[in-house]
């Protein structure tokens, strides 16, 4: 909570997560990762919107130690993050104890690392491009399966 204090100058800090719009029901929970402040938060804001409870991390190391403090259902990871990519955060989800599923994000989708994740991800890869109207159907895809 430290940085959020630091870029708001001392006043309360902002709180790096959205709660959902009804309580006690079986609400799924979603963790956005994106080094894109405006990208990340706008996809929070869509989600939370959808009435998913949303956490956000800016970097792969965030997204692990967010995970290890809030599980959840699916975890959205764009592949070009600072210093892991998405596809070496993806794995070490994967070989951890957490049971998230992924859907992984690109907005360079010509790019050989895009090319790989594609193959790797299949179903659970969108371009960023396309997020507006595809978003919020393909994470109840991923969810319902």
Known sequence: MQQFRKLNKGKMPVRPFY???QKG?????????DD????RRGMALMLQGEGY?????????????A??????DLVILDLFLPGRDGIEIAQEIG?????????LLTAYGD???????QQIFQENYLEKISLERTLPEKV???LKA
């Open 19 to 21: 709660q959902p719009k």
């Open 25 to 33: 029901l079986d609400v799924k929970s979603i963790l956005v990762v």
């Open 36 to 39: 894109d402040f405006a990208m």
């Open 53 to 65: 409870e949303v956490f956000e991390a800016g970097d792969g190391r965030q997204a692990l130690q």
């Open 67 to 72: 995970l290890g403090e809030n599980p959840v």
């Open 95 to 103: 070989a951890g104890s957490f049971h998230a599923k992924i859907l």
């Open 111 to 117: 790019h050989a690392r895009a090319k790989e994740a």
């Open 140 to 142: 109840r895809e991923i």
